[in-house]
């Protein structure tokens, strides 16, 4: 048996560093704050589907965790662009009807859900492996181990790596020893993807939107959507719309918001956009674990994949991963993987 780590965090870097390092025999514990896995990847179940609140697409360039969904036997389908799109330009005029290019760069979805991807390694895992409901507060650094102190326990380990957003991780997690003061200051001004976003889904019983022509997509300069997608599943027999929200009807009500979208919708689709089955949504900067409150606005992507990432702290015991300090596609999925194959390397090279 190799050495003890410590993983703080189970979204995609957290399960994967955990699924890598134990198939290389080190003794592995994820310690995940939240009553669920995936972090910022949201597979709600919701009407007999599932719908994404979090991270839904892929590219033929995610060479890294195309790799792991390989590996994994996942399988992917193409994001659904056939028929015309809407376009709405003003509050007082009707949306317009226009063709989106073909030659677009094509998305892909994970079949059953983006969180197949991480319940394929979770199975591996024992519950002593991944606990959930263990928020870190504390790591106290000792010259031989580490220990980190959760809300309910006190684990010790040889390394601790974070996966948490390092913003957040500066900003939450208090340190026994004082961690650098550059690595503080460029954690304080690293930008977390998407945490302002503002996801909705809808279910429909029916494609309404096919027989027409349309694809699904909606643009608007007004809102309350911004941008809009057919979200309907790979086996085709359920419906739904996916999209993204107006950054500030975060502070409105969840009443408010869905009422303002019906409206929308009814401007776009008339009854049929209004007679949905179910509406779904996330808020992602009152998620206490990936936002916090009156954190400063930061550049989408500034600072991701900084070098200081690549140290090591705390006399080598202490390692940040997750998918901003990747410096490849960091802030995605693909960069959660690739940050991840760093680190697994370094492991074993070192023990
Ligand atoms: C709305 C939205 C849409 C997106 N769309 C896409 C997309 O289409 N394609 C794409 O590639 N990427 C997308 N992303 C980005 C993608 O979700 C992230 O890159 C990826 O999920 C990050 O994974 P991670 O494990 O590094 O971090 P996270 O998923 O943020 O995981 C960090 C984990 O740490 C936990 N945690 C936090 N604090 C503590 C604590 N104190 N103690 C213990 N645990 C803690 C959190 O609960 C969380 O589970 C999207 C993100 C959002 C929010």
Not at 61 to 77: A, G, P, Q, R, T
Not at 296 to 324: M, R
Request: a neutral charge; hydrophobic letters at 35%.
């Amino acid at each position: 048996m190799k050495k003890k780590i410590i993983i703080l965090g189970g979204g995609i870097s957290g399960i994967y560093l955990g699924y890598q390092l134990k198939k290389a025999g080190f003794s592995i514990t994820i310690l995940e704050a939240n009553n669920r896995i995936g972090g910022r990847i949201y597979t709600k179940k919701t009407h007999d589907t599932k719908v994404e609140l979090g991270a839904t697409w892929l590219w033929r360039y995610n060479e890294e965790l195309l790799k792991v969904c390989k590996d994994l036997n996942i399988s992917l389908f193409e994001q659904n662009m056939h028929g015309d799109a809407l376009f709405e330009a003003t509050n007082t005029d009707m949306p317009q009807r226009f063709q989106v290019p073909k030659n677009q760069e094509i998305s892909y979805r994970i079949v059953g859900g983006t969180l197949t991807l991480l319940e394929r390694m979770t199975k591996y895992f024992s519950k002593d492996e991944l606990q959930l409901n263990q928020k870190v507060l504390q790591i106290n650094d000792d010259k031989t181990s580490i220990e980190v102190i959760t809300e309910k326990s006190a684990f010790t380990a040889a390394i601790v790596i974070s996966t948490i957003p390092p913003q957040l991780l500066v900003n939450s997690v208090s340190f026994s020893s004082k961690l650098d003061a550059n690595l503080i200051q460029i954690a304080n001004n690293t930008h977390t993807w998407m945490k302002d976003a503002i996801k909705f889904a809808i279910v429909y019983k029916t494609p309404f939107w096919k027989e027409k022509g349309f694809s699904g997509v909606g643009f608007s300069n007004v809102g309350p959507f911004t941008e809009m997608y057919e979200h309907t599943n790979f086996e085709n027999n359920r419906f739904a719309f996916m999209g993204f929200l107006h950054g500030p009807l975060a502070n409105e009500s969840k009443e408010t918001r869905e009422e303002k979208i019906r409206k929308q919708l009814f401007k776009f689709f008339g009854e049929d956009g209004i007679n949905y089955l179910s509406y779904e949504e996330k808020v992602w900067n009152k998620e206490e674990f990936t936002s916090f409150e009156n954190d400063k606005f930061i550049n989408p992507h500034f600072n991701n994949g900084h070098s200081v990432y690549q140290q090591e702290f705390l006399k080598g015991k202490f390692i940040i991963a997750g998918s901003e300090t990747s410096p490849s596609y960091g802030g995605y999925m693909e960069g959660a993987i690739y940050r991840g194959n760093q680190i697994v390397e370094q492991l074993i090279n070192k023990f």
